[in-house]
């Protein structure tokens, strides 16, 4: 959904935003630079940016080459390193999402610091209600597995795969630090990715007896967490909740009430987590 790349972007709002470009997957990217230099070039000289979108898109955080050129041509300050911030929505599903971020983590100028996948969600009761953010400390690929005659089993069982990402721990805390000193209601807990979202009490019944803990599902997080991986990038995924999982119910969904909450967590995180050595 272009309104959840939107509503990201639109968070970032006190960043200049560069002329967007097409990837060689197709897919779009928009960079945003910070308006003012946040940290000593010597503490990330390698560093660059990253993308942040949705649904699932990728997302990252990072800081310009020192001399980089800021937006207009204009020359950044001696020494000075900025952060950026690209943005590309990456599709709906895992597949799509794995792909965007793979080609934005590949053809980037430099290497990214920071992988974020990002949107709004289903939210598991009682853990996450309506507009409330979930951060995650686990990106599980919640169908990644069998369904036999004693039940699911995940992936590593079958011994063929992973089905689960940690992002560092050090890095949920400073988020889930930010927001809470910007007021704003969140957990920090598992979110899993499914092809196909739930619709039904039995599913979220079977959910939340295999994963208790989790606080959110969404269709793209652990595709972007693979690609991330595959480059040795952290990721983090972070979503805001717009219906509660369970029996589809669209006249209790709360889109807009869910964008809001994603444009805010950005502004908060564009003006501290994102601007701090990652």
């Keep these: 959904m272009a309104a959840e790349s939107d509503s ?90 794995a792909v965007a971020t793979a080609v934005a983590l590949a053809t980037a100028p430099s290497a990214y610091d920071l992988v974020v996948s990002a949107g709004i969600a289903g939210g598991f009761a009682p853990h996450a209600p309506l507009g409330s953010v979930v951060v995650s400390d686990a990106i ?18 079958l011994g ?32 899993l990715t499914l092809s196909t979202v739930t619709g039904s009490a039995a599913r979220t019944a079977e959910l939340t007896a295999r994963h208790p803990r989790a606080a959110a599902e969404a269709m793209e997080g652990f595709g972007v967490a693979e690609a991330a991986a595959a480059h040795g990038v952290p990721v983090v995924e972070i979503r805001t909740v717009s219906n509660t999982v369970g029996p589809r119910d669209r006249a209790a969904w709360r889109i807009g009430e869910a964008l809001a909450s994603l444009r805010e967590t950005f502004r908060l995180l564009g003006s501290t987590v994102f601007l701090e050595d990652l």
């Design 8 to 97: 990201v972007a639109a968070g970032l709002g006190g960043c200049a935003a560069s002329a967007p470009r097409v990837l060689p997957s197709g897919h779009t990217l928009t960079r945003l630079h910070h308006p003012s230099p946040a940290v000593p070039a010597d503490r990330d000289r390698d560093g660059d940016s990253g993308p942040s979108g949705s649904p699932g898109a990728p997302g990252v955080a990072g800081r310009d080459l020192p001399g980089d050129g800021a937006p207009g041509g204009r020359p950044a300050p001696e020494g000075a390193a900025r952060v950026v911030v690209d943005v590309v929505a990456g599709g709906v599903g895992p597949a799509a999402a």
């Design 140 to 157: 599980v690929a919640a169908d990644l597995g069998a369904d036999t005659p004693g039940g699911y089993v995940a992936v590593e069982e």
């Design 160 to 191: 063929f795969g992973r089905s689960v990402h940690l992002p560092p721990p050090e890095l949920t805390a400073r988020i889930s630090g930010a927001l809470h000193a910007g007021g704003v209601r969140h957990v920090v807990a598992p979110v």
